[in-house]
């Protein structure tokens, strides 16, 4: 029932990926009744996929801890807790990204070493490599251990699911000398330099947004927020003059196919609110591969060595 | 004898400048000889330059702190020292911006009311206009008072040289409500709203960096410096490209004239290293605008007013 064109382009994203993807059992969670409508006024085939009715919507708009906490046959809320109880594998959503947020932080488990979940951005670059960006806004103010598990989780996503091996990680930074920046860049830098489970390749300017130096680019979240949007504006104001290029086309977010919530014990996948049914494919095929490639079991794994060694560094 | 292309490059500008503003009098610091020689190899007329010995160079990579201490026959020292007593109106330079930091902060006063000095970037938009976005780097690290001085010196910036009236103060977030945001962005939105001498239109996102919604963006020097880095990176990329765009050319930061210093009591301009004669003629005509415009005596009032309505505040 999420996005800004719900739920028909769901809809028709749970149809093309159904096509697309037919190993995969699809479950949409929404007003039963509302969903077989549309999908018969659009002449879309609904068979092979379940539904479970919830008769609570959480707007766009609401309030995200209020709207968990009240909206209990909401699909937000029902999709968690079969995800919880694991009658499902992955979740997916182009609704309010709030109450995805709190959704996995209060339904789902959080994966013992990392403190919040995050978000990152796919930032394809002009070689044809994509990189990423975390976080981009799922925290505002964050310490360097953010940091350093942002880069962990961010490595770990590179590996299991862009398939690089041994992904380069860069901090975002306002010079290029490790003793440069804020005071929070520059305990993330030494934290970075001392984390042995990543290859960190030190201070990243914003300049290199689309070098393949780096395969990861970690930062705040609200620097990664800024960075992210930029290149939005970008897309926005060059594509509106009319300037015709594959790369720019490369850039357009409405393209974009959603993100992972990071640092949480299933998969989930939450796209923009202007998601159509393309984009859900996008974001079918992201789920799909964070399932088959093990994703959280990894970072579960991943995070009990650096948890341990971070205990070990401070009890001296 | 600062930047890249040094001497050389500052001469020719400085002779481009003197045909192009003849009332202005040009006084080159540097080593008197070196300047002699490579303007007669390069066929460039001095007459009416002056020219101040200076003994010293403060190289690029320099430490800041430690070379103004100790360089005390260095151009970038002996131009503040002359700065400060009034033998020359306004100094400009294209060498190490930290110097011309520390020189600012220590040789010349800072403003009454104004923590620290902040620098500030143009950024030209598809209409024709120019906003600009500060602090850029200057500071790593602000308090949201910072932000209110920099919104109130971007105000005052883009209404004396940029001839904006009424200019409209932006602030850089991560969500349009006031709400939104970190704990930095919070405070500083709230401090904004409550500052008479500016026009506050809220929180601007990423994507509305090249809008006409504002005229000035306020953010810290972290967020400022990633921000206008990126606008490079895109540009370097795109035209490495070949994509021939009006606007994209404008975002040639090569052309850039250099920015002032902001909240010293002397106009003080930093260009880029890579400025080469023409840009130096921008960082001339910059210098000329803010002499003619008294800018530095504007900022002085307005600051005078913010820092007596603070100190009303703070005394409830």
Same mark, same amino acid.
């Given at each position: 029932?999420?996005?800004?064109?719900?739920?028909?382009?769901?809809?028709?994203?749970?149809?093309?990926?159904?096509?697309?993807?037919?190993?995969?059992?699809?479950?949409?969670?929404?007003?039963?009744?509302?969903?077989?409508?549309?999908?018969?006024?659009?002449?879309?085939?609904?068979?092979?996929?379940?539904?479970?009715?919830?008769?609570?919507?959480?707007?766009?708009?609401?309030?995200?801890?209020?709207?968990?906490?009240?909206?209990?046959?909401?699909?937000?809320?029902?999709?968690?807790?079969?995800?919880?109880?694991?009658?499902?594998?992955?979740?997916?959503?182009?609704?309010?990204?709030?109450?995805?947020?709190?959704?996995?932080?209060?339904?789902?488990?959080?994966?013992?070493?990392?403190?919040?979940?995050?978000?990152?951005?796919?930032?394809?670059?002009?070689?044809? %490599? *994509? /990189?990423?960006? +975390?976080?981009? $806004?799922?925290? #505002?103010?964050?310490?360097?251990? @953010?940091?350093?598990?942002?880069?962990?989780?961010?490595?770990?996503?590179?590996?299991?699911?862009?398939?690089?091996?041994?992904?380069?990680?860069?901090?975002?930074?306002?010079?290029?000398?490790?003793?440069?920046?804020?005071?929070?860049?520059?305990?993330?830098?030494?934290?970075?330099?001392?984390?042995?489970?990543?290859?960190?390749?030190?201070?990243?300017?914003?300049?290199?947004?689309?070098?393949?130096?780096?395969?990861?680019?970690?930062?705040?979240?609200?620097?990664?927020?800024?960075?992210?949007?930029?290149?939005?504006?970008?897309?926005?104001?060059?594509?509106?003059?009319?300037?015709?290029?594959?790369?720019?086309?490369?850039?357009?977010?409405? %393209? *974009? /196919?959603?993100? +992972?919530?990071? $640092?949480?014990? #299933?998969?989930?996948?939450?796209? @923009?609110?202007?998601?159509?049914?393309?984009?859900?494919?996008?974001?079918?095929?992201?789920?799909?591969?964070?399932?088959?490639?093990?994703?959280?079991?990894?970072?579960?794994?991943?995070?009990?060595?650096?948890?341990?060694?971070?205990?070990?560094?401070?009890?001296?």
């Amino acid at each position: 029932m999420g996005g800004d064109f719900a739920p028909l382009e769901a809809i028709k994203g749970a149809c093309l990926s159904k096509n697309a993807f037919p190993d995969v059992h699809i479950v949409l969670y929404g007003d039963k009744k509302v969903i077989e409508g549309i999908a018969q006024s659009d002449s879309q085939s609904l068979e092979g996929i379940s539904i479970v009715h919830c008769s609570e919507v959480i707007e766009m708009g609401e309030h995200p801890v209020k709207a968990i906490a009240s909206k209990r046959d909401s699909s937000i809320f029902r999709g968690f807790m079969d995800l919880a109880s694991n009658q499902i594998h992955g979740f997916l959503s182009a609704g309010n990204t709030g109450a995805m947020l709190v959704g996995s932080i209060q339904i789902l488990k959080s994966i013992v070493g990392i403190d919040r979940p995050s978000l990152l951005t796919t930032v394809p670059k002009p070689s044809g %490599n *994509h /990189g990423i960006v +975390l976080d981009v $806004g799922a925290n #505002a103010d964050n310490k360097p251990e @953010h940091l350093q598990q942002f880069a962990l989780l961010g490595s770990i996503y590179a590996e299991a699911i862009l398939k690089k091996s041994n992904p380069k990680v860069g901090l975002v930074n306002i010079g290029e000398e490790n003793e440069k920046g804020s005071i929070l860049s520059r305990a993330a830098n030494q934290l970075l330099r001392n984390t042995q489970q990543i290859d960190f390749i030190g201070n990243v300017e914003g300049r290199e947004i689309f070098s393949d130096k780096h395969d990861v680019l970690v930062c705040d979240g609200f620097t990664g927020n800024v960075m992210v949007k930029i290149i939005e504006g970008f897309y926005y104001t060059f594509s509106k003059r009319g300037v015709k290029d594959d790369f720019l086309d490369m850039l357009n977010f409405k %393209n *974009h /196919g959603g993100g +992972l919530i990071l $640092g949480v014990t #299933a998969p989930v996948v939450v796209g @923009h609110g202007i998601s159509k049914g393309p984009t859900f494919v996008k974001m079918f095929e992201l789920v799909k591969n964070s399932i088959e490639s093990d994703f959280c079991s990894k970072v579960g794994e991943a995070f009990s060595i650096l948890h341990a060694k971070n205990a070990d560094q401070s009890n001296g």
